[in-house]
């Protein structure tokens, strides 16, 4: 048997289960130890403390499966822990109005560095870790055999692959090959999901209920839908009745596949603008030009990867922001995101502050977003949690303000 020693003081975390364990805090490696082994820990007295998979190239060295000593690594181990993650999904399976849905959160669901989302008859998985890696294959024969897809495609292409010293990897795992666009449906409104190069597993899946909670503000109002990828806040806000939706991304395959889900959905809208460009210098030029919405919608891609990152981060936070309070008639709505997991929600708000002082506004927030129920946030693993959002009641201030240059 493999076996991990950890150094003296080093088993704190672990004994309140958080499931990673550093290169670091081990003080010894007995056994073969090949990468992506199963290894037992131990604590510096020899006390068992958890079993997982072992990679020596990860800063990350052991992620825990378990922490009972009569659990093995067996088919048996990850068939129960996918029947269980499936089974906290069972209200989305039973909704006839969604049926696109993670249905596998990684750590959160007891299954360190697997992904698994399903778009309708379709699984897309990700494998994140060599100890995903080498138990693959049986993964995706028990998922084949409890949920019997069309397919199973792999979506294994996310850089974080490179600090376990995996390449990328994509292709079929199981059944057949899904065709380029999958139509899916989300609280009823339908979208092309393309699971073969799309970000992430082909879809935003996790801010299926923020669309909504932000359409509820956009009957007969003027939009602007920052870093739009394909639509899905526009579509949400069409439905509800926005009089005018102005999409915006860096992206012209982007925006044309938010084109096509507007049509999807029968919305044949003249109205709408489709802005390819760079957000901060597009936001500028709107400000320049006068523009105003009643309602901003800001959904950046992750701006920091790393702790060393997150200061330039809050500055790109901070700075997009503030450009969106300013291009708000008064009393508009700044529904705002950060997928920065790195970036605490406490964080984001001061950033927040710091936008509305340099924009010179005032801020309210009406209302706290976070990622899906299908992404739950483990509380013994914070790092969970990565969605964080809030929609913002934006006010001219009455009064003269400290911030100098404010229109
Ligand atoms: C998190 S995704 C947005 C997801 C989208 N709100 C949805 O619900 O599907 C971020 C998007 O920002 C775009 N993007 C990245 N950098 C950008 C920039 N500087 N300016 C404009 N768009 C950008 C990407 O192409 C991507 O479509």
Redesign the pocket.
């Known amino acids: 048997m493999d076996v991990i020693r950890l150094k003296p003081g080093k088993d704190k975390a672990i004994r309140n289960r958080h499931p990673w364990i550093f290169s670091g805090a081990i003080a010894k490696a007995e056994g073969r130890l090949d990468p992506g082994a199963i290894v037992e820990v131990r604590a510096s007295s020899g006390e068992f403390l958890a079993r997982g998979y072992y990679n020596p190239r990860s800063q990350i060295a052991v992620r825990v499966l378990a922490w009972e000593p009569s659990v093995e690594i067996t088919p048996a181990f990850w068939q129960s822990r996918l029947q269980a993650a499936i089974a906290r999904r069972q209200a989305f399976a039973e909704n006839p109005k969604t049926n696109a849905y993670r249905l596998v959160h990684a750590e959160a669901d007891g299954l360190p560095g697997l992904i698994v989302d399903r778009y309708d008859e379709w699984l897309v998985l990700q494998s994140l870790t060599l100890g995903i890696e080498v138990s693959k294959p049986v993964i995706s024969d028990i998922l084949a055999d409890l949920l019997k897809p069309r397919g199973i495609y792999e979506r294994s292409d996310a850089n974080v692959r490179a600090h376990e010293g995996l390449e990328p990897m994509t292709g079929v795992l199981a059944g057949a090959a899904p065709p380029k666009s999958v139509v899916i449906q989300e609280n009823g409104l339908r979208f092309h999901a393309d699971i073969l190069r799309g970000?992430k597993t082909g879809?935003?899946l996790d801010?299926r209920d923020n669309?909504r909670r932000v359409a509820n503000y956009c009957r007969g109002k003027d939009v602007l839908?920052?870093?739009?990828?394909?639509?899905?806040?526009a579509v949400y806000a069409a439905a509800q009745g926005a009089s005018r939706i102005v999409n915006?991304?860096?992206?012209a395959e982007?925006l044309q596949a938010a084109a096509e889900n507007m049509r999807l959905n029968g919305f044949n809208r003249e109205e709408d603008e489709y802005v390819e460009?760079?957000?901060?210098q597009?936001l500028r030029r709107f400000r320049d030009q006068g523009r105003e919405f009643d309602v901003v919608?800001l959904?950046?891609?992750k701006f920091a990867f790393s702790r060393a990152q997150v200061r330039s981060a809050t500055r790109g936070y901070k700075d997009i922001n503030m450009l969106g309070m300013r291009l708000l008639r008064p009393g508009g709505l700044l529904c705002t995101f950060s997928?920065s997991g790195l970036v605490s929600r406490d964080l984001f708000q001061k950033v927040l502050f710091g936008a509305s002082v340099d924009a010179g506004r005032q801020v309210r927030i009406v209302e706290s977003l976070g990622q899906g129920a299908d992404h739950p946030i483990l509380l013994t693993f914070p790092e969970s949690a990565y969605l964080k959002g809030f929609i913002c009641q934006v006010e001219k201030y009455a009064y003269t303000c400290a911030a100098e240059g404010n229109p």
Do not use: E, K, M, W
């Open positions: 970000h879809f935003y801010q669309r839908n920052a870093f739009s990828y394909t639509g899905g806040f915006l991304d860096s992206s982007a460009g760079n957000a901060f597009v919608i959904d950046p891609p997928c």
